[in-house]
């Protein structure tokens, strides 16, 4: 309802009467009711602004308790105050107060519960705050966070505070539609009360006077409530055009808070129009909020910016429709706004400074771990009287985890003597407490128990403001060395002596010549390949030219001077005639080290005998290859042509004269035949596996499951005279010479077909695997990564184990002639394929139990 003066003059009184008497009945009733409602909605209206100006009330001491303490750390006051302690007994006041007006309602009472809790909380937080030194310049993520804790607490009691406004409008809106129901009275009760219009008017007077003084009262109390608040409250009427828009609105009602901000009384404003004292109103938004308040009837809640007469503020303004204007409740938060920009700008400042912090640290604790130098600090720590007690371990680096074995969490905080209690026993701790005392720069070595080892460590000692610095080093190194030193040279002339007895042996020598000084050096066996004795003559270029062979003095000439004037020495080789006529080769290697040659000469000439004696057997192992070539040749054509006669001629004498042979002749024959035939299939053999010694370089991508179908066509006939059963895995892809893969598996699975059991089915097992050569068992050279294994397995007779070797050599046999045909070559040029095919192969048997043979072939 409009916010108005209530209160009634005697002439208004007078004039209701007689209307009332006029009207009888019905407008004495009517009026007495609109009276009651009024007075009811009156004291209703009064209640709830009083609930808003202490909600208002209270939450503005929140805000300026954290306002005032941000101020104080802001400007860095050190002679400030807590100041939010000055205004716990006005809130705990304005917070009874409250909790008393809002008694009858349980929302309202559940949300003081909670901002209970968090005025707690602000309590504390400011209280943290409250005890940051105020002499900080940088702050911290804990202080920054102490801060926030603040803000966050604000937050919430701001959220807190809408929930109570929110629960404050629903119930004014209950109230009105109350009051709506409560004046729709059924014209019979007016018919009856009609009957005793009379007698109702006499009480109705008395009743409209006693409500009157009640209105005056309540309307006093609402008065002080608008004059005493912080919020501006502003009730307007809109103005319609022609066409029943809104165009304009008048002021009816503001309290006296507006003039702080217009500068005029509240009086001055009332009942005029807001463009013609707010124009910028129009501007901001604040005439299409009110207008859309009109034409929506919710309630808006907006923050503005408003600017007048050169000032600037910026209001929170909750605007609710109430009959036909609007009443609006304005709180100002241009402090709140100035107070989060500021806060803004402190933490950006705060965040540089981190950074710069975070930098200046990071670029310490780089040069303090990446130093090989143990670095730490310890503050001391001193009795009553002043005096150093012990030292307490402040910080340390990580490379003090490499000396001494220690984690740096378990050295930090804590006394030297504790955690190495040595330190009084070496000396270190008196230099310690001296250079705390004195500020003298000392330096301590000695050996330490670290690590379950002795460790010297030396220690450098440095003052700094009531602690010490002490940077240490592992030096066990450098003394190591320099007994080592001492040891050295105590052992260099024991090995001056052994590589002098070495050069003996190894026939050699060696020689220093400075090309400044022309000084030069021989070693002594230098001399005795000269077959003279130690220094005999002195060393010098001039003195070791006679024993150059003539023949070699050019040679030896220019390699000198190149050597001169490149200082480089090459490798070369030359001859020298001995002091007793003997002519020797001698081998030069050497190099040039800053002003001198070292070098060192070699007696070789026994190597060059015995590299000659090579190179003549050599030349016999090519006449042997060439002869075991025309061996090749005789027995591929010469030798088989008179076979091929004797096998067809002993064709032809059993095709013409077989019937008159006796039995015994015809058993010669049969005999001579199958040795002709015999020897023809060795012939054959032999030339394969001399074959075979020479290099192929046709190695192809051959698909080994192509040659296993080839080679069980070409023993068709066997497999389906023995009934072989095959169980054929997928086999792999290598890289090989395609005819001789055919013959390595031809030759395993013509032996499986041959060597098969009576007493089972015939059956022959080919799988493949990839393996690791880490993983193989067996051992050979292994130059690939990968092999592929290949496996033949069969239920044949088998063989002894122990003869699984034996079966690969040329012409062996494990039975007679007469039980299993054969040459005793098959194995031999299988194993010989594999080895041309970087690979390996062996077999694993028993007897009555079949073989099997393993192929590792390289991926």
């Known amino acids: 309802m409009p916010i108005r003066k209530i209160t009634s003059s005697p002439k208004v009184l007078a004039v209701s009467l007689i209307l009332a008497i006029a009207l009888l009945m019905f407008l004495g009733s009517i009026s007495y009711k609109q009276i009651v409602q009024l007075g009811q909605s009156a004291d209703m209206v009064s209640h709830t602004l009083e609930v808003d100006m202490e909600i208002n009330q209270l939450f503005s001491y929140y805000a300026q308790m954290q306002s005032t303490e941000l101020k104080n750390l802001l400007s860095q006051d050190t002679l400030g105050i807590s100041s939010y302690e000055n205004y716990k007994p006005q809130v705990q006041e304005s917070f009874q107060k409250l909790r008393k007006l809002t008694q009858d309602n349980s929302v309202h009472q559940k949300i003081l519960l909670s901002v209970q809790s ?23 993520s804990s202080d920054r966070e102490k801060i926030t804790k603040v803000s966050k607490s604000i937050t919430q009691l701001n959220l807190l505070r809408n929930q109570m406004y929110q629960e404050k409008q629903i119930q004014l809106a209950k109230r009105k539609e109350e009051y709506r129901s409560q004046i729709l009275f059924t014209p019979l009760m007016t018919l009856l009360l009609g009957m005793f219009a009379l007698f109702i008017f006499i009480i109705s007077f008395l ?24 919020n501006i409250i502003s009730y307007f009427l809109p103005i319609y055009n022609t066409s029943g828009e809104i165009k304009d609105f008048t002021i009816v009602f503001t309290n006296e808070k507006i003039e702080s901000v217009l500068g005029r009384k509240s009086d001055q404003i009332e009942q005029r129009k807001m463009s013609e004292l707010v124009p910028v109103n129009f501007e901001n ?3 299409d909020e009110l207008s859309k308040v009109i034409a929506e009837g919710g309630t808006r809640k907006f923050e503005k910016h408003f600017q007048y007469n050169g000032h600037e503020f910026w209001f929170r303004t909750t605007a609710v429709k109430m009959e036909d204007g609007v009443l609006t409740t304005s709180i100002d938060t241009t402090s709140e706004r100035e107070f989060t920009r500021n806060l803004k700008d402190l933490n950006q400042q705060l965040e540089k400074q981190n950074h710069n912090l975070i930098e200046t640290k990071s670029f310490l604790n780089n040069i303090l771990e990446s130093t090989s130098n143990t670095v730490s600090h310890l503050i001391t720590e001193r009795d009553s009287n002043g005096k150093i007690i012990d030292f307490k371990y402040l910080f340390t680096n990580t490379e003090s985890e490499n000396l001494t074995g220690k984690q740096v969490d ?15 026993e070496t000396g270190l701790y008196d230099l310690m407490v001296k250079c705390a005392n004195n500020g003298t720069i000392e330096t301590h070595e000695t050996e330490y128990p670290l690590k379950e080892k002795r460790v010297w460590v030396h220690t450098t000692i440095n003052k700094l403001n009531d602690g010490i610095t002490l940077t240490s080093y592992d030096s066990t190194q450098v003394i190591n060395t320099k007994q080592r030193l001492l040891e050295l040279n ?28 022309q000084e030069a050096t021989m070693s002594d066996n230098f001399f005795r390949l000269l077959d003279c004795e130690p220094n005999e003559f002195k060393p010098a270029p001039e003195n070791y030219r006679p024993f150059v062979h003539p023949k070699d003095l050019m040679v030896y000439d220019e390699k000198l001077n190149l050597a001169l004037e490149k200082k480089i020495i090459t490798n070369f080789t030359y001859r020298i005639i001995t002091k007793k006529g003997k002519v020797k080769h001698l081998q030069n290697t050497g190099h040039f080290l800053k002003t001198e040659f070292i070098g060192v000469v070699k007696d070789i000439t026994k190597e060059l005998k015995n590299e000659q004696k090579l190179k003549d057997k050599n030349l016999e192992l090519k006449r042997t290859n060439s002869e075991l070539e025309s061996f090749n040749r005789v027995a591929s054509h010469d030798l088989q042509e008179p076979l091929r006669k004797i096998q067809m001629f002993i064709s032809r004498i059993m095709d013409s004269n077989s019937s008159n042979f006796t039995e015994q002749q015809a058993q010669y024959i049969d005999k001579v035949k199958s040795s002709a035939n015999r020897m023809q299939t060795l012939i054959k053999y032999l030339l394969s596996y001399s074959r075979l010694s020479k290099k192929k370089k046709d190695f ?33 892809e290598v890289k090989g010479v395609p005819f001789q893969l055919e013959q390595l598996f031809s030759n395993l699975i013509s032996n499986s077909i041959k060597y098969h059991s009576i007493l089972d089915t015939p059956k022959i097992e080919i799988a493949c695997k990839k393996m690791q050569r880490t993983s193989i068992p067996d051992d050979f050279h292994k130059k690939a990564k990968e092999y592929y294994c290949i496996s033949v397995k069969d239920n044949g007779i088998g063989f002894e184990q122990a003869n699984a070797n034996k079966i690969f050599e040329l012409f062996q046999r494990l039975h007679q002639k007469n039980e299993y045909s054969g040459t005793g070559i098959g194995l031999a040029i299988c194993k010989k394929i594999v080895e041309k095919h970087k690979g390996h192969i062996v077999a694993y048997g028993q007897v009555n139990k079949g073989a099997t043979f393993y192929i590792y072939l390289p991926v």
């Open 490 to 517: 105590e052992q260099l002339t024991v090995q001056n002596s052994i590589l002098n007895d070495a050069e003996a042996v190894a026939k050699i020598g060696s020689y220093r010549w400075n090309i400044e000084t």
């Open 410 to 424: 378990e050295v930090i905080g804590k006394s030297i003597s504790k955690i190495y209690p040595f330190v009084h």
């Open 285 to 287: 938004g604040i005439f």
């Open 700 to 732: 192809l991508q051959v698909d080994l499951n192509l040659v296993m179908e080839k080679v069980q066509e070409d023993l068709e006939a066997p497999i389906r005279e023995s009934g072989v059963e095959f169980v054929l895995g997928d086999l792999p």
């Open 207 to 230: 009743q409209i006077n006693s409500q009157r003084k009640k209105t005056v009262t309540a309307e006093k109390f609402l008065q002080n409530i608008l004059s005493s608040t912080d």
């Open 118 to 140: 968090w005025q707690d909380s602000l309590y504390n937080s400011l209280k943290i705050i409250a005890n940051i030194p105020f002499q900080k310049t940088n702050y911290s």
